[in-house]
């Protein structure tokens, strides 16, 4: 047993899934521990190792990820914390939870703070970490195996990184996605079909990423490249700008970075 997730839902099965994908390691070398009876079935689909509940085949794993709701973390606590052997790292994607808590929690030294994101499921994460200072640089090597097979991956400097991470990247698909529904509106009331305004707003989100990736110029210079004045892309922006577009979205980012820092208190 290589990896052990204890949790088996959208998240937890996704990056559990990115391993054997990624042939990081076989499925059968993969412990899910979920007490739902259907998410656990989807996971036993994809040849994983499964477990309704948690039992002494954890210990095997050098790498247990905490994969469950931050509300539930303290009836998991008590279960898993007699399982852990102290040469193990835990892994936890618990959104706001801190290490203080985790380690209050499982009397647990070797600890990982990981904020991913949905996009790990077509292995195009963006998954932002910080080890505790008592897990050493080699016991890392297998979490960042995990991770890579997710999508991309930063280590930070700082606990506190995490927690800002949460509100750009790990909350940020659904940013993107909440833009997407009012373009796909702005499109089919332009006479669109839902079919049609959908390939248009996917491939345009796409390709501007790819453009501003494989560029790597600032932002700004390739939206200004876009805008010609007095032209439809100025006329667009002077709607967004007049709205205080831009603000909101500062405001609404810095406000979920708040509520990750109220969820840890």
């Known amino acids: 047993m290589k990896y052990a997730f204890v949790g088996g839902g959208n998240m937890g099965s996704a990056m559990a899934a990115a391993l054997v994908n990624q042939h990081v390691c076989n499925p059968a070398e993969i412990l899910v521990v979920e007490p739902d009876e259907a998410a656990r079935a989807r996971c036993a689909d994809l040849k994983l190792t499964v477990s309704a509940a948690l039992n002494e085949q954890l210990r095997a794993a050098p790498v247990v990820v905490l994969a469950v709701k931050p509300q539930t973390a303290p009836q998991v606590y008590p279960q898993l914390k007699p399982l852990l052997r102290p ?34 499921q077509v292995a195009m994460g963006m998954n932002v970490y910080y080890p505790a200072p008592p897990v050493q640089e080699g016991q890392l090597a297998a979490v960042e195996a995990l991770l890579r097979a997710c999508g991309e991956v930063l280590r930070v400097r700082s606990e506190d990184a995490i927690d800002a991470a949460t509100a750009v990247s790990g909350s940020g698909p659904a940013y993107v996605f909440y833009l997407a529904e009012h373009w796909l509106a702005a499109a089919q009331g332009l006479g669109f079909s839902a079919d049609e305004a959908q390939r248009l707003v996917q491939q345009t989100l796409a390709g501007a990423t790819a453009l501003w990736k494989a560029q790597g110029i600032a932002v700004g210079t390739l939206r200004e490249r876009v805008t010609s004045k007095g032209g439809t892309t100025a006329a667009a922006l002077d709607v967004f700008n007049g709205a205080e577009m ?20």
């Open 246 to 265: 831009g603000g909101a979205i500062e405001r609404g980012v810095r406000r979920a970075y708040e509520r990750a820092k109220e969820l840890g208190a």
């Open 87 to 120: 040469a193990q790292v835990v892994v936890s994607i618990m959104a706001g939870v801190s290490l203080a808590g985790l380690r209050a929690g499982l009397n647990h030294e070797a600890l990982v703070r990981v904020m991913p994101n949905t996009p790990a």
